[in-house]
């Protein structure tokens, strides 16, 4: 693990990617749905270079480590540090993919491709979405298990 680790911050991270990957998800239908538009250029999004800028900025890594940082005053020993729960929203790019022959009406959707692509990226979301409920699951143990110590 790397310095900085915790569960919010790892759950804002969880967040983001399934965001970026739910943006792929509409760009691939978008395409597919577009496969018989004459003149229609494939769509993707380039969310893994927003992704690692996200992680830098949940995380604080590199440049932006010794950034000044407004603290919270803590009046008793027992509250919890301020979290940075809502980092700035990711900006993906979305380009033309490249690459792929066009057809006679200059489209350039390959469902073969498409198809694929989408695979992929179901298999994604559905494991951002496992790591988001374990990560869910360690809350509600610790919530569990304080209601018992206290009861």
């Known amino acids: 693990m790397f310095a900085g680790f ?37 769509r993707d999004v380039d969310f893994e270079t927003a992704l690692a800028q996200q992680k830098r900025e949940i995380y604080k890594l590199g440049s932006e480590k010794n950034e000044p940082k407004l603290e919270l005053a803590k009046t008793n020993e027992k509250h919890f540090d301020a979290l940075e729960l809502f980092p700035k929203a990711m900006n993906p790019t979305i380009f033309l993919r490249d690459g792929h022959m066009a057809r006679n009406d200059a489209n350039t959707v390959d469902l073969d491709i498409e198809t694929s692509e989408l695979s992929k990226n179901s298999i994604m979301i559905q494991a951002l979405d496992s790591a988001s409920k374990k990560l869910g699951g360690i809350f509600t143990s610790v919530i569990d298990a304080s209601g018992r110590v206290s009861g």
């Open 6 to 42: 915790s569960p919010n911050k790892s759950k804002a991270l969880v967040v983001a990617a399934t965001e970026a990957r739910v943006l792929r998800q509409n760009l691939i239908a978008g395409n597919i749905a577009n496969i018989d538009t004459p003149f229609y250029k494939a």
